[in-house]
Structures are given as C-alpha cells and as structure tokens.
C-alpha cells in the first residue's frame, strides 16, 4: 500500500516553476529523514534534496538554490519548490522516506519509502 502520495508534476517551459507535494497518508514518515529523488530514462535515481527532523536541508549540487524543500509537519506534507527549471531537469520526481535509520542520506537505497513518482516534464 502505497502511503506517500505525490502530486504537482506537470509540464513546462524552461525557466517555469512547479511545486511537488508529497503527502504522508499514515501521518507517521513525515517525522523520518524524508527527500526527493529524481530518475530520467537511463539514468541512475539520484537525490534532489532532503530534510532531517531537525529541520536541516541539503540538496544536490546541481540544484544550484533554485528548489527549496519544506515539510509540513501538522499537514504530513513534503513540499518542493522547483524554480527555473531547465530541460535537464525533466525526470520522474520521487518523494521518499528513511524510517529505519538515526542518520539521513543522500542515498536512494537507504530510503525504504516511496511514493509513485510524478513526472516533470522542461522544454526549451
């Protein structure tokens, strides 16, 4: 049974933005280390941005200060907020949780949670 519930993806032109909500159906994940990932055709999944409990952040390189992720703790929400987007960016977006472990990760295999993807599709 899936319980991380993505939404938001959609299509757009280069330097658009979208939002991706990520709601915690079982208000329980929201609690645990919790990122987005993102995997394009042929290529490995790979960490967008993720968020400890403490509220810390930490995105990928690539990110550049133009996403931001949040969570809602009292909604059971992960939001991320993805401006000028460019083609490269376009990939199925995943929301994720690490429930099993003290630390958070920027690896995919760690996550033992995971929505059903939303694509997110950038045209120049």
């Known amino acids: 049974q899936v319980v991380l519930l993505e939404s938001g993806g959609g299509s757009v032109q280069a330097g658009g933005s979208l939002r991706l909500s990520c709601r915690d159906r079982?208000?329980?994940?929201?609690?645990?280390?919790m990122g987005w990932f993102r995997q394009a055709p042929g290529k490995e999944r790979e960490m967008v941005a993720r968020t400890q409990t403490d509220g810390t952040t930490r995105y990928a390189d690539f990110v550049n200060t133009r996403f931001t992720i949040s969570r809602d703790n009292a909604k059971s929400t992960l939001y991320l907020q993805m401006d000028s987007l460019k083609p490269e960016d376009s990939a199925m977006y995943y929301c994720?949780?690490?429930?099993?472990?003290?630390?958070?990760?920027?690896?995919?295999?760690?996550?033992?949670?995971w929505g059903q993807g939303t694509q997110v599709t950038v045209s120049s």
């Open positions: 079982e208000y329980r994940y929201v609690s645990s280390c």
């Open positions: 994720a949780a690490d429930t099993a472990h003290l630390t958070c990760s920027d690896d995919h295999h760690r996550y033992n949670m």
